[in-house]
């Protein structure tokens, strides 16, 4: 089914209003071409309760429909309500599965899908559904409220809705109908494994919802029986409307191999893999070429070849890693590295001199394709060498102990977080990892970081406990001074001067006021100033930012000090 098109759906449970339409709906002449293309769809139907319409879908094990076996699931009666049960007789108890009770053997053997529930004692879950736990868990699908569906991450580590519920409010008498339908080739790899096949239930019962009052005696029957494994009966009762009930097979399994390459995460094979070439600079040859990041045309420094070396690095616009902050849920942008939920990791990366991004290419060769042709467009010759602690680091095989302000300031932030300060909180667990420094020239990337910088740092003091204790120093404290002013009247109780307690303080304050005006609803001609003097007096956003980290960072050891002491 088409989850953004539900036409083909009301054709099955809206009757029409005129009189030679009605007579040609209750023939159930599309019934089973309906169901077959349906059964071919990305989507299929798993349950359906609607108008006219009833369908349900278990999986049985796979038999081939012998007369005997279409017999007996023809004896099906069964919806998703029925579940596992207490059963008592006079002397003893037991548990029964859900389809315990079938009057059809087959049946009895099948594995139940979706668990419809109810309770009382919560008007919001009148009527719930459940999906069966070993489905579940095997599929390692999780159910997303908003969503309305069971949901995994794909390839790309975007959410993927699996099972999902769409509840319908359209119908004429303010009917209301529920369609619970799954991605076909997701549940087909755990038939697959288990070597199951869905049987669909159906049941469609046409009449005049208006002007209905019994069948009478007069009905023509006839059954269903084609070549696509639908099995069932029909009956007409002219003029009045007409019944069918019966079910189909469908086997929606997929290779075994196909299943094996998932869980291994192979869903291409390596000869199908697609490689980008990238402008890169050959150390081994000493030449600046396009290179593959294909690894079969990359050596390491153990193999004797003419081949570029698996760590030939390539350059990169700084505007490559703007996907990834634009996105913090999807990607985790680390210092030197880049992952994305459930899907890929980039092990490094770093920044040169002149700003260019640059990584290696056998790194780059583990990326998807679609992701590779992302780092491709921003793609250059380098303008300058690699960075000193990438050649430390990945050549060298030494630590880089040079001093970098931002992962400083964080660390510190991570020790009071994890000392429990009363004055400072990590108000958000994610917020370190939202705080980096401006990649590009962007005005807006520069304004974002130091409003990240702001909400970690300045909107993790605590004005409570500060107001607090600045009136147990006897500070009498103005109503309205907040965190950072508690803080200055504190340290100057504190026996500190009170112009440097305004100097440990001012970078903090310069952090506030800059996400007042660059961010706030009035910046203007006062943000450009204070972007041209940036510019200005450090050459970049990056340079700028970097001097306030180090400034932040200077205070806040200073500010940890002094309260162990107050």
């Not at 001609?525 to 340079?543: M, N, Q, Y």
């Amino acid at each position: 089914m088409n989850l953004f098109n539900l036409n083909k759906i009301n054709l099955l449970a809206l009757e029409p209003n005129d009189i030679d339409g009605f007579e040609c709906w209750v023939q159930q002449k599309e019934v089973a071409s309906c169901l077959e293309n349906e059964a071919q769809d990305e989507y299929i139907i798993l349950y359906a309760s609607l108008p006219h319409t009833f369908i349900h879908t278990v999986l049985i094990p796979i038999a081939e429909p012998e007369e005997e076996i279409i017999n007996d699931l023809l004896k099906w009666s069964y919806n998703p309500f029925s579940s596992w049960s207490l059963v008592c007789s006079s002397d003893n108890a037991w548990i029964e599965p859900p389809l315990s009770g079938s009057r059809s053997k087959t049946l009895k053997s099948g594995e139940q899908i979706i668990f419809g529930r109810s309770f009382d004692g919560d008007p919001s879950q009148k009527n719930y559904y459940e999906l069966n736990q070993k489905i579940a868990h095997v599929l390692d699908v999780h159910f997303v409220s908003e969503r309305n569906s069971w949901c995994k991450l794909d390839d790309h580590g975007d959410i993927d809705d699996i099972f999902k519920i769409i509840n319908i409010n359209t119908f004429p008498r303010n009917q209301e109908g529920t369609i619970i339908c799954v991605k076909r080739d997701v549940l087909g790899g755990f038939a697959s494994v288990e070597n199951l096949r869905l049987m669909r239930m159906f049941d469609f019962t046409r009449y005049r919802s208006d002007n209905f009052s019994g069948w009478g005696n007069s009905r023509e029957h006839s059954t269903f029986n084609n070549s696509n494994f639908i099995f069932g009966t029909l009956s007409i009762a002219s003029g009045i409307g007409s019944y069918s009930t019966g079910f189909q097979l469908i086997d929606i399994k997929v290779p075994k191999e196909q299943v094996v390459n998932t869980a291994w995460g192979k869903s291409e094979t390596e000869d199908e893999k697609e490689y980008c070439t990238y402008i890169a600079s050959d150390l081994k040859n000493k030449v600046i070429a396009e290179i593959s990041c294909n690894p079969s045309c990359l050596s390491n420094y153990f193999t004797v070849s003419e081949l570029p070396f698996e760590v030939t690095p390539a350059f990169f616009k700084p505007e490559v890693l703007s996907k990834y902050k634009s996105d913090r849920a999807k990607y985790k942008l680390d210092s030197r590295s880049i992952e994305c939920r459930g899907s890929w990791h980039l092990k490094t990366f770093d920044i040169n001199s002149a700003g260019q991004v640059h990584t290696y290419l056998i790194y780059l060769s583990n990326l998807p394709y679609h992701e590779q042709l992302h780092w491709k467009q921003f793609n250059e010759n380098p303008k300058a060498p690699l960075s000193d602690r990438a050649i430390k680091t990945d050549f060298e095989g030494q630590f880089y102990e040079e001093y970098d302000p931002l992962p400083s300031l964080k660390r510190k932030l991570d020790t009071l977080y994890s000392e429990d300060v009363n004055w400072w909180k990590l108000r958000d667990q994610e917020a370190p990892g939202k705080v980096h420094y401006p990649y590009t020239n962007s005005r807006d990337e520069w304004a974002e970081e130091i409003l990240n910088l702001d909400q970690l740092l300045v909107e993790g003091l605590e004005e409570k406990w500060l107001r607090k204790k600045a009136k147990d120093l006897k500070c009498n404290p103005d109503e309205r001074l907040r965190a950072l002013k508690l803080i200055e009247i504190i340290l100057v109780a504190a026996n500190f001067e009170e112009f440097h307690a305004r100097e440990i303080m001012s970078s903090l304050h310069i952090v506030h006021n800059l996400r007042s005006v660059l961010k706030g609803h009035t910046s203007g001609t006062k943000a450009e100033k204070i972007r041209k003097d940036a510019l200005t007096e450090h050459g970049s956003f990056r340079k700028h930012f970097e001097k306030i980290c180090t400034d932040c960072d200077e205070s806040i050891e200073i500010l940890a000090s002094a309260f162990k002491e107050i």
